[in-house]
């Protein structure tokens, strides 16, 4: 058996690396991907084009103004002087917000009344206004209170004034980078594509090129012919985590806390899923561009429903319920659990469980369908 799985082994890596564009897929189309996904899958909001129209120009104006633009956030690029030009900056996007203090706001301010200022942003991308708008929430708040405090010393009326101060402190990643948070993420997408991509091409390749009568009057069983083909796939797989890992660890800085080896063994375990499920696309399709529109099929839905860029808490119930098959939702616990937490196998398991019933159920069906024959 094993001279048989071996002899399949060595035919797929030479079919493999003889085409130099094969080679260049597996080992520089992620090194490219993860680079990319790098720079682009970052969600800090640290620059906002601003646009100011002061409509009170008063000291006390002035002063909330200068509270805005010292924070190394909103940036002044544009002062305005009508409301036409607000719209106008709004709506081609040259500014994403527009800070709007119209007459009289220094006078309220001095009579102890209410004194308001308007923030127009841009809600096309609503993650990025709410942050936005904590930030300007968080500067009027630190204004009002200087007001308060000086106001009440003025007067005499406290000797000193009460204060919170609050000390937060956030575990794992610490100065909050979300680039840590999603890169992570990209690596198991990495893998999961290019596992798909290549063991749904494994059976209907051999299809198409004819090769497939031969398979059927060798002496190989099913069982045999499925290994030799998903082994090579593994490997490669493997050698591809180990790269895409080392280029986020060493070129983003991203924190590698926990076990390496832990690593490689739930890469192992996922595998089982995705080389499954690509191995049944490859017997129940006639082409390869059927295999791999099939790819594209699944893959996009797995991507949406396992919580890499959208919470599942935040979806739907029927939606969460369905996410419970979804492979993905396991690895990207765990694959980040293992860089930004640094947890082992005892608080892991129980994401490994379930990814590993799965992978052993698909690979089973993946099986049953599989018939050495060209039906």
């Known amino acids: 058996m094993f001279e048989r799985v071996r002899a399949i082994l060595i035919k797929e890596f030479r079919q493999i690396f003889r085409d130099p564009r094969m080679k260049t897929v597996i080992f520089i189309s992620p090194l490219i991907q993860i680079i990319l996904f790098g720079y682009a899958a970052n969600r800090d909001i640290n620059y906002v084009p601003t646009a100011v129209y002061d409509r009170d120009n008063t000291k006390e104006s002035r002063e909330l103004l200068r509270d805005f633009t010292y924070s190394k956030y909103f940036v002044p690029e544009h002062y305005i002087y009508s409301d036409a030009e607000q719209d106008k900056m709004l709506n081609k996007g040259v500014a994403s917000v527009v800070i709007r203090i119209d007459r009289g706001f220094g006078r309220d301010i001095k009579a102890g009344k209410e004194a308001n200022i308007q923030l127009a942003f841009d809600g096309t991308d609503s993650n990025t206004a709410m942050v936005v708008m904590g930030y300007a929430n968080t500067i009027v708040s630190n204004y009002q209170y200087r007001l308060l405090k000086g106001e009440i010393e003025a007067r005499g009326w406290l000797e000193t004034f009460p204060s919170v101060d609050l000390k937060d402190r956030a575990w794992f ?37 004819g090769t497939m009568e031969q398979l059927i009057v060798s002496p190989l069983r099913s069982i045999e012919l499925i290994a030799g ?31 390496i080896l832990l690593l490689l063994v739930s890469t192992c375990i996922y595998l089982f899923t995705t080389l499954g499920i690509g191995l049944f696309i490859s017997t129940i399709s006639s082409t390869q561009q ?17 919580g ?19 492979p993905m939702r396991y690895f990207l616990v765990v694959v980040r659990g293992i860089f930004l937490k640094g947890v082992g196998i005892d608080i892991l398991w129980s994401q490994l469980l ?10 089973i069906l993946s099986t049953l369908k599989f018939h050495k024959s060209l039906a």
């Open 290 to 306: 059927e295999a791999m529109m099939s790819v594209f099929l699944f893959y996009m839905p797995t991507v949406l429903l396992s």
């Open 354 to 363: 379930p990814l590993l019933i799965i992978g052993l159920a698909v690979v």
């Open 229 to 259: 083909k998903l082994l090579p796939f593994a490997l490669i797989s493997l050698v591809q985590i180990v790269l895409v890992t080392a280029l986020g660890v060493l070129w983003f800085h991203i924190p590698l806390r926990g076990d």
């Open 308 to 326: 890499f860029a959208y919470p599942i808490a935040n979806m739907p119930k029927f939606i969460q319920w369905a996410t419970i098959f979804n």
């Open 173 to 209: 990643n610490g100065n909050l980078i979300s680039r840590n948070y999603y890169l992570p993420g990209v690596i198991a997408m990495i893998v999961t594509m290019m596992s798909l991509l290549l063991s749904s091409m494994a059976i209907v390749k051999e299809k198409e090129i």
